[in-house]
């Protein structure tokens, strides 16, 4: 397989909840094939402005999206645009402000919500502007597109976790077993991703509090989980990866960029492609 990309983000995880809840991710960390690490995400810790953060290692307050209301494309390079100027196939099953971001704004759900052109950074997308959308749809959304399209890079971004959170509170057995049941659902697909040699990245944008929100810097707001899985990757301990550390990490998995392993913190092991 050439160097092929999923990317997860689970909105909305907390670091503490998925150390807690993820009982398969953790069983792949126990087999060594999964490595978990801390990072502390970029402020203010919403949605929007680190999903830009996440998908092109821009911080907030220098890309300008710095609330959820900003609905305009994004003015950098995002991992969709480096992609296609490599060349390479972009698929994503994601919330509708994602969309918004990398392809066209304002979301139209007639126009967007199934995405099938190969002259955007998104070329094929399942987007959803509900976040009850139920996360085993979306994974079935983004099963499918990886079947379908054979994305080099795949993002899937599924939102129930925050929206219990929101409904609940950080410290509520609603959040914890939404944490849960994604950790279920990803088991049904991860066996086979592993096994066709993708690489894996998930995380999550931010955290959240017992008010039933985030945005700020407690660290239950802050802290989430970053899962590395696949052969490229080295498993050495590290406690300095920053969440705009994902984007060149991507990069490289890609085969866009060299690899550097200073400015990755020697996650990346020097393999064949």
């Known amino acids: 397989m050439k160097n092929k990309v999923i990317l997860v983000v689970l909105d909305g995880l907390a670091y503490e909840t998925a150390s807690t809840c993820m009982g398969y991710l953790h069983a792949l960390t126990a087999q060594g094939i999964a490595r978990l690490y801390r990072l502390e995400c970029e402020l203010p810790s919403l949605s929007r402005p680190l999903y830009e953060t ?12 710095s609330h959820n209301g900003i609905t305009r494309n994004s003015t950098q390079q995002s991992l969709f645009h480096r992609a296609r100027s490599a060349q390479l196939i972009t698929a994503a099953a994601a919330y509708h402000w994602i969309s918004e971001l990398y392809n066209r704004t304002p979301y139209d759900p007639v126009r967007d919500r199934f995405t099938e052109a190969p002259e ?23 099963e499918w597109l990886r079947r379908r399209h054979d994305p080099d890079l795949l993002l899937i971004h599924p939102m129930n976790i925050d929206d219990a959170g929101h409904k609940a509170g950080f410290d509520s057995s609603a959040y914890r ?39 700020g810097t407690l660290p239950e707001e802050r802290e989430v989980p970053l899962y590395l899985i696949g052969e490229r990757f080295s498993q050495a301990p590290h406690n300095g990866i920053r969440q705009t550390d ?28």
Do not use: K
């Open 120 to 142: 955007l950074p998104i070329q094929y997308g399942c987007f959803y502007h509900r976040d009850h959308y139920p996360d085993d749809h979306l994974l079935l959304d983004a």
């Open 246 to 273: 994902i984007y060149p990490l991507v990069l490289t998995l890609l085969g866009i960029r060299e690899c550097d392993n200073a400015d990755l913190g020697g996650l990346i092991r020097e393999v064949g492609a």
């Open 177 to 215: 077993n939404a944490a849960r049941h994604a950790d279920a659902t990803l088991s049904h697909y991860l066996p086979e991703w592993i096994a066709n040699g993708y690489r894996i990245v998930i995380t999550a944008d931010h955290g959240m509090n017992n008010d039933r929100s985030h945005g």
């Open 54 to 65: 996440i998908l092109t290692g821009v911080t907030p307050v220098l890309s300008g999206i």
